[in-house]
């Protein structure tokens, strides 16, 4: 026999989703930054040259930017969108959080795509 549950509903929180969207861009910014600062502390050596051939990649900034938009849909951007339109969206924070979590689906996107178009070399001309 199942029993209903007594706990109120919980609505998304716009300081838990602008939190998620936050430690997602820095772990996206500090990405970009790994070779810069193992290069200031290190000589050119080969574990340097290693390092920026991964976080450069193509492939492995695809990876990083999917998952990125992935973490962002199912934990700041989808809790907001399930709520529609509805006074329970914290009214100007979480509009507020809820614009900036679709921007953030926008940029990466289009920094994907970039990625996709600059890596594929299709932009290259012949001569």
């Known amino acids: ?3 209903a549950s ?3 509903l919980q609505w998304p929180s716009a300081g838990r ?3 998620i969207l936050v430690a997602v861009s820095a772990v996206l910014w500090l990405w970009l930054q790994l070779p810069d600062w193992y290069r200031a502390g290190h ?3 080969e574990t340097g040259q290693w390092l920026t051939a991964l976080v450069y990649n193509d492939w492995t900034a695809l990876a990083l930017m999917l998952a990125a938009n992935a973490l ?3 934990y700041a951007t ?3 969108w399930r709520l529609g339109h509805s006074i329970e969206l914290q009214g100007m924070r979480g509009a507020f959080v809820f614009v900036l979590s679709l921007l ?3 940029v990466v996107s289009g920094c994907g795509l970039a990625v996709l178009v ?3 070399g299709w932009l290259e001309t012949g001569a």
Do not use: D, E, I, K
């Open 1 to 3: 026999m199942m029993l």
């Open 6 to 8: 007594t706990a109120p």
């Open 17 to 19: 989703s602008l939190g």
């Open 43 to 45: 000589s050119a050596t």
């Open 72 to 74: 962002v849909a199912r």
């Open 78 to 80: 989808g809790p907001m």
């Open 104 to 106: 953030f689906h926008l």
């Open 118 to 120: 600059l890596g594929s």
